[in-house]
């Protein structure tokens, strides 16, 4: 029994670990360059996925806690900003869904590669899911390999920028300037080639897709 009992032990312990370790991954993915934080992730979850199938609850608190953690805090909330779209927030849970509401009006994010348009390339314009007010085109997206959409321009006038001092650190937040719901955040000086160097990192679920046939 007491055997039992120490394995046991011992399995939470490194249950612990790896999610410390996966947090860590997680916190620092948005400042790393593309290539490390990608690689990290997918051993990083390749290390946690045998202990996820057994569904263990600390595994379960593992996948879900650091995206939870990527929440913006932007002194400015949404209510506050001065936009065309006016809803209350109970308005905004009755027309989107649940994950919606929590990374759109809650500022949340998705889990990296979670969304089928990180890796789309039809040619279109990508609209907010929110209030379908058209954000960003096809031509400016381009694949930065960090797991969400990204772009490096924005339809004119449609993306507002707030600071975000969350995560330890400031940021720049975007918001869509129709609705103010949070897309993602914006960085520069990555080196990716585009013309501006900067990359617009969306929430796939912030945005709908509509082709241009």
């Known amino acids: 029994m007491l055997n039992n009992h120490l394995r ?3 399995t939470t312990i490194n249950q612990h670990r790896l999610v410390v370790l996966f947090i860590t991954i997680a916190l620092l993915m948005p400042f790393l360059p593309a290539s490390i934080s990608r690689t990290a992730l ?6 946690l996925r045998p202990l996820a ?6 595994v379960v ?17 949404q209510n506050e900003m001065s936009t065309n779209v006016k809803k209350s927030e109970s308005e905004w849970q009755a027309v989107l869904s649940p994950e919606q509401f929590r990374v759109i009006r809650q ?12 890796k789309k390339s039809d040619e279109g314009v990508y609209h907010c899911a929110a209030c379908d007010a058209p954000l960003y085109t096809s031509k400016t997206k ?5 797991g969400w959409p990204a772009f490096y321009d924005t339809v004119p006038g449609a993306v507002v920028r707030h600071e975000d001092r969350s995560m330890f650190t400031t940021r720049t937040e975007i918001v869509c300037a129709n609705c103010g719901g949070h897309l993602g955040h914006v960085f520069k000086g990555e080196g990716f080639g585009n013309p501006i160097d ?16």
Do not use: M, W
Request: charged content about 20%; proline content about 6%.
């Open 8 to 10: 046991s032990l011992a």
């Open 42 to 47: 997918h051993s990083a979850k390749n290390t």
């Open 53 to 58: 199938a057994a569904r263990s609850p600390t």
């Open 61 to 77: 608190l593992g996948f879900g806690l650091p995206f939870g953690l990527f929440a913006s805090t932007s002194k400015q909330s």
């Open 107 to 118: 500022k949340g994010t998705e889990r990296p590669g979670s969304h089928p348009y990180d």
């Open 142 to 146: 381009f694949n930065s390999g960090c």
């Open 198 to 213: 900067e990359r617009h990192c969306v929430n796939g679920i912030s945005l709908t897709f509509k082709d241009e046939k």
